[in-house]
């Protein structure tokens, strides 16, 4: 069987990949039909609900447990790597996120600064507590279901 055949047939690539793909689509969709505009950015970009990082995680960790045993070695590695993620999603990008919009304030406050930014700061990077918790869920569900 080629290495090709092998990646294609194996559940935790596909499933995992396919999961993230399916949850930014819908987040592009959901952009659209709510606010009635295209943004590419969420398809490729990080933030909104629900969390795909945290999905992809979860289910990554299910699929190894069911595939490996819950008392697997693997199985341990794929949950602390996923509460690892879950935590950065909601906490440290989070909270560079909300630093991310006060700056770009500062910046656009006339007289405030004289530093001339010709980007302003991505916003949306981390998650809420309630986004990572519905993220890891789907996560969960999808891999206890495939």
Same mark, same amino acid.
């Given at each position: 069987?080629? =290495?090709?055949?092998?990646?294609?047939? &194996?559940?935790?690539?596909?499933?995992?990949?396919?999961?993230?793909?399916?949850?930014?689509?819908?987040?592009?969709?959901?952009?659209?039909?709510?606010?009635?505009?295209?943004?590419?950015?969420?398809?490729?970009?990080?933030?909104?609900?629900? +969390?795909?990082? +945290?999905?992809?995680?979860? +289910?990554?960790?299910?699929?190894?447990?069911?595939?490996?045993?819950?008392?697997?070695?693997?199985?341990?590695?794929?949950?602390?790597?996923?509460?690892?993620?879950?935590?950065?999603?909601?906490?440290?990008?989070?909270?560079?996120?909300?630093?991310?919009?006060?700056? &770009?304030?500062? =910046? +656009?406050?006339?007289?405030?600064?004289?530093?001339?930014?010709?980007?302003?700061?991505?916003?949306?990077?981390?998650?809420?507590?309630?986004?990572?918790?519905?993220?890891?869920?789907?996560?969960?569900?999808?891999?206890?279901?495939?």
């Amino acid at each position: 069987m080629s =290495i090709f055949n092998e990646i294609i047939n &194996n559940k935790c690539i596909v499933v995992p990949f396919c999961l993230w793909i399916i949850i930014q689509v819908y987040k592009f969709l959901y952009e659209l039909v709510v606010n009635k505009k295209i943004n590419f950015k969420r398809l490729f970009g990080a933030g909104g609900m629900p +969390s795909s990082h +945290s999905a992809v995680v979860c +289910s990554e960790a299910v699929l190894i447990g069911r595939a490996m045993g819950f008392d697997s070695t693997m199985f341990a590695l794929a949950l602390t790597f996923a509460g690892v993620v879950m935590y950065d999603a909601a906490g440290v990008r989070r909270a560079a996120g909300k630093q991310a919009r006060i700056l &770009n304030k500062l =910046i +656009s406050t006339p007289g405030l600064t004289k530093e001339e930014v010709n980007e302003k700061l991505t916003e949306a990077l981390g998650h809420t507590p309630f986004q990572v918790f519905v993220g890891a869920l789907i996560g969960v569900l999808v891999g206890a279901i495939i």
